[in-house]
């Protein structure tokens, strides 16, 4: 069974729409990250959070924000959506304390016409 | 600043070649070093990580060893195989207290049967 679902797997919007993007944890973990692949940034760190609450932000936009409902819940919301947002989202996540492992999810592939 | 280097973009070997992808580092202290591999279509998975200095990972015949003195982590393997095909990531954690990941910009392995 996997362990980290991401929702949708697909995701097509149009210019300056909003669209969020879900992902769920079921390892346990106290951690939980985001980061964007693209052809430019291979592999991008956007936010961490730890317990909930958020750790480290390395998105100059405003237009990205994550959600936290839950433990193990972290989806991310992105707003007035560009085509240079096209990218592939991924999700992870990781015990907390120390230089825990952190286990990717599947990915959410986005673009943006 | 934290960060990792792989000097290699593409690599293209035949079956039963020797492998060696370079990774470098930069961190103070004793960053925790990871390689993670990534099939397409899928997130990235751990390969293996080294905590300390001399350490070796290995994993699915692919080995690495902690080099302090060099600030190197060099990903190797004997033979490689068609089903090796992936991008590989050198990452570290700092193990400054927050849990982000420093992700080198991959390497992507085509090996021709």
């Known amino acids: 069974d996997p362990k980290i679902i991401q929702k949708p797997k697909y995701l097509v919007a149009v210019t300056g729409s909003e669209k969020i993007l879900i992902c769920e944890q079921y390892l346990g973990h106290n951690a939980m990250y985001w980061y964007r692949q693209s052809a430019k940034k291979p592999l991008e760190f956007m936010f961490s959070?730890?317990?909930?609450?958020?750790?480290d932000n390395q998105t100059a936009s405003s237009r990205f924000q994550p959600q936290s409902s839950k433990k193990n819940h972290l989806d991310l919301q992105i707003t007035a959506l560009k085509p240079d947002d096209s990218a592939t989202y991924f999700c992870?996540?990781?015990?907390?304390?120390?230089?825990?492992?952190?286990?990717f999810g599947p990915g959410t592939r986005l673009l943006v016409l | 600043g934290d960060s990792v280097t792989q000097t290699e973009g593409q690599v293209a070997l035949s079956e039963e070649d020797f492998l060696t992808i370079h990774c470098n580092y930069s961190?103070?202290?004793?960053?925790?070093l990871f390689w993670y591999v990534q099939y397409p279509g899928e997130g990235p998975q751990l390969l293996f990580r080294a905590s300390r200095d001399k350490e070796k990972g290995s994993s699915r015949g692919f080995e690495a060893t902690y080099d302090k003195g060099t600030t190197s982590f060099h990903l190797r393997k004997a033979s490689v195989q068609e089903s090796d095909s992936a991008v590989y990531y050198c990452a570290l954690n700092p193990n400054t207290g927050y849990q982000n990941f420093y992700f080198g910009k991959g390497t992507s392995l085509t090996v021709i049967p």
């Open positions: 959070y730890s317990y909930q609450k958020l750790m």
């Open positions: 961190a103070s202290g004793y960053p925790t």
């Open positions: 992870a996540s990781s015990q907390v304390g120390g230089a825990d492992t952190q286990y």
